[in-house]
């Protein structure tokens, strides 16, 4: 009578099978999580910039472009010492682990000293007038400050960045508009249910080129690691 005879994984055999299932479980999952930024760039593409002064005659999603201003008050970023209205403030350490390593990556340790933010809510300004901007919760895209560091010793050197929202720079504002009152006064652009909310340095286009830029990356890794995950296991089987 014939018998199934079970032939044992040997530890390459695994190993691509590991690979294999891997890839194709981080290609699915990485696909599945992709609508948050294709909706954003889809959004926005089909999005008006809304007139500042025009805010409190409805709420729901509002995209804004303008002058950040501040209301009452501003903070000062921990580094330069600026004062702003949004900062992010990181130090880190980094450690050259082997000089003959193909890439920087490989051959750098990162060990995160410090991290710092705080921001307080400010009034985006157009020709039209002013509303105001709760930060709060918000998805960040501001410009970079390599504020500096220093080198500790030939294999390790600190780096700090600050990431600042400064008064009078132009920022793009994606988030929902609603009412902490009665009155037109009242009503402030913050973070909701119905959006993504996004606030960033630079005008629309940057902000679209962003967002489009995102969507198309996040889509090429989850395709690229599907089909890599696909293709060890077909050549395991045999089928390539």
Known sequence: MWQPVSV?????DTQTLILGVGGIALGVYILANTGGVV???????????????????????????????????????PHTETECLLYD?????????????????????RDHLDHQHD???FRIEDESGSVAVDPAGANLSV?????GGHKKSTDQRIKITEHRIDVGETVHVWGQSQSNGDGPDDI?????????????T??????????????????????LSLLGGAY????????L
């Open 39 to 77: 909706t954003l760039f889809r959004s926005l593409l089909e999005s008006e910039v809304t007139p500042a002064g025009e805010v409190h005659r409805d709420t729901g999603v509002v995209e804004l472009e303008g002058e950040a201003q501040p209301i009452d008050d501003t903070v000062e970023s």
């Open 8 to 12: 044992p994984l040997q530890s390459g």
């Open 89 to 109: 403030y990181n130090k880190t350490r980094i450690t050259e682990r082997d000089h003959d390593s193909d890439t920087i990556d490989e051959s750098r340790d």
């Open 202 to 223: 630079g005008d629309r286009t940057e902000a679209v080129a962003e967002a489009g830029s995102r969507a198309v990356v996040t889509l090429l890794v989850g395709i």
């Open 119 to 121: 921001h307080v809510p």
């Open 188 to 200: 402030y652009v913050g973070d909701g249910r119905d959006v993504q909310f996004r606030v960033g």
């Open 143 to 147: 410009d970079r400050d390599d504020a």
């Open 232 to 239: 060890v296991l077909a050549e395991a089987a045999g089928v």
